[in-house]
Every structure is written in C-alpha cells, then in structure tokens.
C-alpha cells in the first residue's frame, strides 16, 4: 500500500516513535498486575493533560464509543437532556440520547458561529429541567469551536451534568476540565494526540459517577458502561481484555505531548490555524465558519464550478495528499485541511498549501496571493 500525506482531520499523521511502541512486546494486561499501574499512570498523564483530577478511563473504541459510553451510561428512559446543536456531531448527540431512552431537547443556532453564550443563558432562564447536555467543542465537518469554558459553568449553575465531546479539539485548543467544570470531557487517540485510531478516553467528575450509581434502572449494554470501570484497578480487573498495544502507543503519544509541552502545543496550533485562515482568505478563498475558528482545522467553501471529488483526486493523484471534504450538510460544498498535532507543522502546512493552489490552478482558480509565502509570512 501507498501511504499518502495524511492531512484530514483526523485521523493524523503517526510519529515513528509512536508506531514502534505498538510493535513491542506485551504482557497479559488482564492477568499482569503491572499493566493495571500502567493503565492508571496512563490515565493519570492523561488526567494531567486535561487539567483535571477527576477519574480518567482508556476504553477499546474509537472516539464514538466515548460519546455512547457516556450517553449510555447517563441516560435513563425519559430522561431530559439538553442538546447544544450547531454541528453535525452536536445534533448527532441526540440519536445516543435517543437509543437510550432519553428526550433530547435541542437547542439548534446558525452552524456558521459558535453558540451565543448571552443567548443561551436567556434560553436557560426558562429551561432548565436537564439531566445532562452535550456539548462538542470543536465540530469537526465544518471547524466550529464552542467556548465551553463559558458554556459549561453556565450550565452547572443550573444544576445540568456536563458532556463535552472534545475529540476534535483537546491538544490543540485549551481545555481545563476542573476549571471549566466538565463532568464528562471525551477525547480519542487519532486527532491532535497524534496516535492510530482505536483508543477513546474520558474524564468523568464523582457528580457523573454519582448519577449513573444512584440511576433507578440498570444501564443498557455492556460494552458502554462506565461503571463497570470504577474501581478497576482495586479489583485488578478489567470489563475485557485491553488493547495493550494501542495503550503503549497512546502512553508514548502522551509522553511526546509532555516533552514539547501541552502549552506549547496549544501555542503552535493558534499560530498554524491563524496563518491558515488568513492566507486562504488573502488568496481570494471564502471559510465557511464566520465566528469561532478551531485552531485544529480549516474550512473553506469550494469556488464555483470545482467538485469536491476531482479537487480530492487531483491532489492525490499528483500531490499524493489526502485531503477531506465535509459530509451531511456540508457534502460537495467545502474542503478540510487537518492541522492537528503532528500535521501542525510549518513544512507540512506549507506543504498542503502549496498543493492545494496547484490543485485550484488546475481547475482555473487563481489566487489572488501566493499561498506558501503569505502563510510564511505570517509566521514570522
Ligand atoms: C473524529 C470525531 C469523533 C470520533 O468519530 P469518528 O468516527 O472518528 O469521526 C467524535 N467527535 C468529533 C467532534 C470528532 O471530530
């Protein structure tokens, strides 16, 4: 198999020490009681990352398995939650909510800006009566950040559990679970963590353990039950047997964080994602999202007359770069340019921006500004 330049968003680009941790030799991580102090430092660095002391678990699945673990586990029939839509994943909440029993409530704005935190507030003056709400912090289709360091206390001060999806974010925006009184933040391994996909991990507060303990009916499926993870490593005992290999990989993953540091980390995104947007909109190019850009990766509408499937194929076939489109809504309209965690990089942004102003040459777009040297430029 030819391997392609990775520039979706999501998954990303593997660092080489990352791929060899996964060709190590193992243990039995079900019956060696060192795994369960590797698991648990693993989660603490994870705990750490995230600024939070609350409870972190590692679960075989990908990112998806997060948000249904905690759907499922929260949700009781007929339970009210509170879906903070203006993405696909946002509004995709409510079919968990809904497999599980729940009435999901949405709560639906523009998809073009991040959710007004003055209008939600005057919503939450009239409505409050939730068990939890779900937030995604960066959706990911169209790049849309939501400010749940504001949304979140504002919720908690009704008295609502806190889920964010951060899958898309976490590493390359800031996120301060304690602070910013997050219940259930939920991440995976294959975005700004720079690790294979596979791992989903989620930090969860005592009040969230609290509510799936004290629920009045058993939680629904086996696979997606958090509770069954609480006192693991007491127990010494797992729901299944772990996939070790992918948990060495995520633990060196980690570890490549901490050595450049996540502030540092954080910083190079903002700079990158800034630059990006600023020198697709010199070239004449329109981004989709007019309020509230992640830093993780960049939207711009497709100019007239060009397919979203030749744009692909050309610059694969001559660049040999995968690059993304969007789906639902979005499908045939835009393209994705993934700058998450090992793709945030000056060569390889420089990279897929120069292809991409081949690739709009091609098809008779010329920009109105070199893109490699505008984006350099702003670098400096
Ligand atoms: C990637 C992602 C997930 C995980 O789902 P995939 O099946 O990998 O797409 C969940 N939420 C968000 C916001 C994501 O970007």
């Known amino acids: 198999m030819k391997t392609p330049y990775v520039f979706t968003p999501g998954p990303t680009e593997v660092k080489e020490n990352v791929r060899l941790a996964r060709a190590m030799k193992t243990t039995n991580p079900d019956l060696d009681e060192q795994f369960y102090d590797f698991y648990k430092e693993t989660c603490e660095k994870i705990g750490k990352f995230l600024h939070t002391r609350n409870e972190v678990r590692i679960l075989c699945g990908e990112g998806i398995l997060g948000l249904e673990a905690a759907c499922a586990s929260l949700t009781e029939k007929g339970d009210r939650v509170l879906v903070l839509d203006n993405g696909i994943f946002g509004e995709g909440f409510a079919d968990f909510v809904k497999i599980y029993g729940g009435e999901a409530v949405m709560y639906s704005t523009d998809r073009q800006k991040s959710i007004d935190i003055e209008e939600l507030d005057k919503f939450l003056q009239n409505h409050s009566d939730f068990k939890y709400a779900t937030i995604v912090h960066c959706d990911t289709p169209s790049g849309v ?60 507060s005592e009040e969230a353990f609290k509510a799936m303990e004290y629920r009045k009916t058993s939680i629904v499926g086996y696979y997606s039950n958090l509770t069954l993870w609480k006192d693991y490593y007491k127990n010494k005992w797992f ?59 960049t939207v711009f509408e497709l100019p007239e007359g060009i397919e979203e499937k030749a744009f692909k194929k050309f610059l694969l076939d001559k660049h040999n770069i995968l690059i993304s489109g969007s789906f639902g809504y979005l499908s045939g309209k835009v393209i994705r340019i993934g700058h998450m965690g090992e793709n945030a990089k000056a060569d390889r942004v420089s990279y897929i921006l120069y292809a991409v102003q081949d690739c709009l040459s091609h098809f008779g777009f010329q920009v109105k500004k070199d893109m490699v040297s505008t984006f350099l430029n702003y670098l400096q």
């Open 145 to 204: 950040l939501n400010d749940v360091s504001k949304i979140c206390p504002l919720l908690k001060s009704k008295g609502i559990i806190t889920v964010v999806d951060s899958v898309a974010a976490m590493g390359g925006e800031e996120l301060r679970v304690d602070e910013w009184q997050i219940d259930i933040a939920l991440g995976a391994s294959q975005k700004c963590i720079s690790a294979p996909p596979g791992l989903t991990f989620l930090s969860i």
């Open 239 to 297: 729901p299944y047997t772990m996939p070790i290999s992918d948990i060495m990989a995520l633990r060196v993953a980690m570890e490549n964080i901490f050595e450049e540091k996540p502030e540092n980390m954080i910083r190079r995104h903002k700079i990158l994602g800034e630059a990006t947007r600023k020198t697709l909109k010199e070239a004449g190019l329109e981004l989709y999202i007019k309020k509230g850009y992640s830093n993780t990766v």
